[in-house]
Each structure stands twice: as structure tokens, then as C-alpha cells.
């Protein structure tokens, strides 16, 4: 089945650089679209311009002296004096130019794209540049300036009275979107994560589940460290179907970082690209089934950034197109960056069997992903469905 999907890009948002050695590196948007492109996947009518968000939409979530250091610090020459408090001028965050001006470009692109899709423009609409789950209101963290899955939830709730599902398989938990509606019962939050016993930001634990009238409306499964396909993809299925079944959403918006793969610098979880292509199948299902459709994807988390997220990221862009995507990656890409980059690059979208990484304690791990998913399932779904006995 083909659908209607916006790709919200600007060059513009490549800005967004904290510095040269910095893992957090916009190239790997370049390379996406690059490879996007070579397929055949990416047709004009798709893409869409974005805007920056404004002031007042920023100001939904953010505090405003916390929008002001960001302004200050964008200024050439400006003091750093005072950035720490706000997270800001740190080795995860250090500041970068026109930062408060790229920051709200990329707020704006999910905005953009959580608008098309709620006026019915189209069925389905991704902004790569986001996913920046972990900002809080007057704090940055983890390389997030602002938080753009917040903010575009918010404005979805004003604008268009929605309850609104929020689905985060990035390898750290989605700590900022999950505070940020913890009580709040029109937002379900779902984050897949590795475990924070080893990974940063240390939360997202299977207790978490919401407060006051949102109680039962934060989800959280943390998966083991090595956790491989098999036990990731199975969990999420069996979790994420009837809880998102039961809430019964207006709009889906899911994060897709990709730093859960094997190859992944900063993580230590052992994906392959086979869950980050089943991982949009069962949201692209799901969405069909109990919204009509109506999803935004956003970006997250990635730090291969030549062998891990342009393919990822390719099977997402395919998945929401609706178009089978071969698994041969166009010679034309591979000969376009080879020079380039520090790695051989793959020759398919599919991870070759014999990298995969030998998981000595798989039983184990599968057991304790089976049992923590099962906690949350006894723990919401009857939350959710109101038969709580």
C-alpha cells in the first residue's frame, strides 16, 4: 500500500553542529538523502520547506529565560557566562553559532510536519532533524537544545484537541517527552530503551509509569544490554499493540533513533537493521489501524553515522512511502562517499549474518526482557482499559 508522505527538510538544518569531533554529526543527514535519492525514493512533491518555530510556541515548553540564554549565546562574541546552569557550553552541549535560530527551525520542521498531517495533506509526514527527546524546559541534555517532540505535541493538543501517542525506540530513554506529560492522560509515552543501570540518562524504569491523573500513561521497557533483534522486535510487538489499542490515539508520532544497532559507538545494545525495519512496519500498521493513518516520525539518535543511519533511516522513509526498498545499496551512493568515510561501506540495507555479534547470555537476556515487558503490560493495559480489579 503507497501513501501519501512529506519529507520536511531545509539544507538549513544541517546546522545544527556542535563542532567537528562532536558524535553528534549532521552529516549523517546529508548521507540519508543522498542515499534516498540514489534509490529513487525521494520525488520533489515530497519534499516540504519548513518554518522556524516562533516564540510563542517555544514558550509552550520552554521556560523564557532559558530562550533567552539560548538567544544570548547565538550572538558572535557573546559571554558563555552562566550557560552551565542551563546544561548549556559543556562537552555534551557546547554552544554552536545562530544555535537559538537552527534550534527553532528544527522544532518548526515537526511542527510542519504534525500540521500537514493533521489537515489531512498527508497521511504521513517525517522530520529527521528531530527527535531531540531529551531537552527539558530550561535545560539542555544529551545534545538537545530544544525538544521538538514536546512542543509539537503541545501545540497538537491546543490546536487540534488530540491524544497523542508518542512511541521512542531510541537506545536512551525519552526522559524529557515522558516528564514533560507524566500527568498528563491525553499523552501516552512508549520508550524502548537499553537500561539505564548502564546508559545515560540512567531513567526510563519499568515503575515509571506516569503520576496523578496520567497515571498509567508513561510506558517504559528497558532492554537488557546486548539485546538482539529477536527479543527487541518481539517485545515491541506484544507491547506496543494493545497498549496503543486500548489509548486509542488521534495521531502517532514515533522517535527513531537508531543507536540501538550493533555498530553503534555510544550503546550497547546488538540490533541490526533488520528491527529498525520492523519497528516503522509495526507503527505503520498500527497507525492505519487506529488513527487513519496519521503519523510523524522524527529522527533521534545515531552515531554510525556512515554504516548504521542512512540505512536505517532509509527502510523508515520506504516503510511510510509504502515502497518495498531493495536491499542492494546503489553503487552510485557507495562511489559518492567511500572517499570519505573512515569505514567500508555496506553493500545492502541488510546487516551480512556473519557480523552479527555472538550473544553469550541470550537466554537470559530474553528472559528479562520478556518479564519486564510483562510488568508493564499487567501494570497499564489495565489502566487503560479501565478493568482494573
Not at 156 to 167: A, D, E, T
Not at 309 to 318: C, E, K, S, Y
Not at 340 to 367: G, Y
Request: negative net charge; contains cysteine.
Amino acid at each position: 500500500m503507497t501513501c501519501k508522505a512529506a519529507f520536511v527538510f531545509t539544507p538549513d538544518m544541517l546546522k545544527y553542529h556542535f563542532s567537528e569531533d562532536h558524535p553528534f554529526n549532521p552529516v549523517r543527514l546529508r548521507l540519508t538523502l543522498d542515499l534516498l535519492e540514489a534509490y529513487g525514493l525521494l520525488e520533489q512533491n515530497d519534499m516540504v520547506l519548513p518554518r522556524a518555530a516562533n516564540m510563542e510556541e517555544l514558550l509552550t515548553f520552554h521556560e523564557e529565560r532559558y530562550l533567552q540564554m539560548l538567544k544570548k549565546l547565538s550572538e558572535p562574541g557573546a559571554s558563555d557566562e552562566g550557560a552551565h546552569l542551563y546544561g548549556l557550553g559543556t562537552e555534551d552541549n557546547p554552544v554552536f553559532p545562530e544555535m537559538f535560530k537552527v534550534g527553532s527551525l528544527v522544532v518548526g520542521a515537526t511542527v510542519t510536519a504534525a500540521e500537514l498531517v493533521m489537515e489531512g495533506k498527508v497521511e504521513h509526514a517525517i522530520n529527521l532533524s528531530g527527535g531531540l527527546h531529551h531537552a527539558h524546559s530550561a535545560m539542555a541534555s544529551g545534545f538537545c537544545i530544544l525538544n521538538d517532540a514536546v512542543i509539537a505535541i503541545k501545540l497538537l493538543q491546543k490546536k487540534y484537541n488530540c491524544r497523542v501517542v508518542y512511541i521512542d525506540t531510541d537506545a536512551h530513554h525519552g526522559d524529557g517527552v515522558q516528564w514533560a506529560f507524566y500527568e498528563d492522560p491525553n499523552v501516552l509515552t512508549i520508550s524502548f530503551h537499553e537500561t539505564g543501570r548502564f546508559l545515560f540518562p540512567g531513567t526510563g524504569k519499568v515503575a515509571e509509569v506516569g503520576k496523578g491523573l496520567g497515571y498509567g500513561y508513561a510506558v517504559n521497557v528497558p532492554l537488557e544490554a546486548f539485546t538482539e533483534d529477536e527479543s527487541w522486535i518481539k517485545n515491541f510487538r506484544e507491547v506496543v499493540y494493545p497498549i496503543v489499542k486500548a489509548f486509542e490515539p488521534d495521531i502517532i508520532i514515533s522517535q527513531n533513533g537508531c543507536d540501538g544497532h550493533f555498530y553503534d559507538p555510544l550503546t550497547h545494545l546488538s540490533a541490526s537493521t533488520l528491527t529498525y525495519k520492523e519497528i516503522p512496519k509495526i507503527v505503520h500498521r498500527l497507525a492505519h489501524e487506529v488513527c487513519d493513518g496519521k503519523w510523524v516520525a522524527i529522527g533521534g539518535g545515531g552515531y554510525d553515522i556512515w554504516k548504521v543511519v542512512p540505512r536505517a533511516w532509509t527502510l523508515l522513509w520506504g516503510e511510510m512511502k509504502g515502497i518495498k526498498v531493495p536491499a542492494k545499496i546503489p553503487e552510485a551512493w557507495i562511489k559518492k562517499w567511500s572517499a570519505q568515510s573512515p569505514f567500508v561501506l555496506p553493500p545492502s540495507l541488510n546487516d551480512d549474518p556473519s557480523e552479527l555479534p555472538d550473544i553469550p547470555r541470550r537466554p537470559e537476556i530474553e528472559e528479562k526482557n520478556y518479564l519486564a515487558s510483562q510488568r508493564v503490560l499487567n501494570s497499564v493495559l489495565p489502566i487503560l482499559t479501565g478493568n482494573i480489579g
